[in-house]
């Protein structure tokens, strides 16, 4: 089983920033696309960010266009999410995570392993 750890959340005022990580073991995360999905209460997850393998592409959700940027360090086995001018409704758990493809694309269905979660709250 591959373990995907994400840490970074926490609690900001709205307009503010944080940065999310997520780590994952070398092997996979080197032939995996990589995406960044959310999960507020009540709500079904739904996707943030992706980027493919080869750092060429990303592709955002309408909601953090311009916002948010994801990057990865093929190196240090590491994605990211940027997260900039913070609102409450991107209150939620976020979760990372790898697909197989080249390019995961925004169909969590792509996306064989999932790390735990970080809690992101933005208060207004």
């Known amino acids: 089983q591959v373990q995907l750890v994400e840490s970074g959340g926490g609690l900001v005022q709205a307009g503010g920033s944080l940065r999310l990580s997520c780590g994952a073991p070398g092997p996979t995360f080197s032939r995996s696309a990589m995406g960044w999905f959310r999960q507020a209460p009540g709500k079904e997850r739904e996707f943030v960010a992706t980027i493919d393998r080869g750092a060429e592409s990303t592709t955002y959700a309408d909601s953090v266009t311009g916002r948010f940027t994801i990057s990865r360090d093929n190196a240090m086995s590491t994605v990211y999410l940027q997260m900039n001018s913070l609102k409450p409704d991107d209150t939620a758990v976020y979760y990372c995570?790898?697909?197989?493809?080249?390019?995961?694309?925004?169909?969590?269905?792509?996306?064989?392993?999932w790390g735990q979660g970080t809690q992101v709250i933005v208060s207004s």
């Open positions: 995570a790898a697909s197989p493809a080249y390019y995961g694309g925004r169909d969590a269905a792509n996306y064989d392993y």
